[in-house]
Nanobody, 117 residues
Framework: VQLQASGGGSVQAGGSLKLSCPARRIILSTFIRSRMAWYRQAPGKQRDLVAE???????NYQDSVKGRFTISKDNAKRAVYLQMNSLEPEDTAVYYC?????????WGQGTQVTVSS
């Protein structure tokens, strides 16, 4: 499974970004049954879970992003997304997409998000 995250950039506080992460080398049925997630890592800090979407459709968000971020997926495109609204300087980090399948746990390369005040 190959993941390619994109959509990061530099925005001012209050702005929005949408991260995308298409998955390659994965069959549709496996994608549908997989757990999807976005993590982030700020400089000097550990990598933390931002949002996760289970195969059953349940979602979980880090408290600091609840009401601002939305995780979603498109099965036909085999892609997972993270819509980020009302961005804050504290959201500055490298964001990573993650897919957990029955055969393994896969990571995309990070995409940088920088929010200026």
């Amino acid at each position: 499974v190959q993941l390619q995250a994109s959509g990061g950039g530099s925005v001012q506080a209050g702005g929005s970004l949408k991260l995308s992460c298409p998955a390659r080398r994965i069959i549709l049925s496996t994608f549908i049954r997989s757990r999807m997630a976005w993590y982030r890592q700020a400089p000097g800090k550990q990598r933390d879970l931002v949002a996760e979407l289970s195969s059953s459709g349940s979602v979980n968000y880090q408290d600091s992003v609840k009401g601002r971020f939305t995780i979603s997926k498109d099965n036909a495109k085999r892609a997972v997304y993270l819509q980020m609204n009302s961005l804050e300087p504290e959201d500055t980090a490298v964001y990573y997409c993650n897919i957990e399948t029955v055969s393994g746990n896969y990571w995309g390369q990070g995409t940088q998000v920088t929010v200026s005040s």
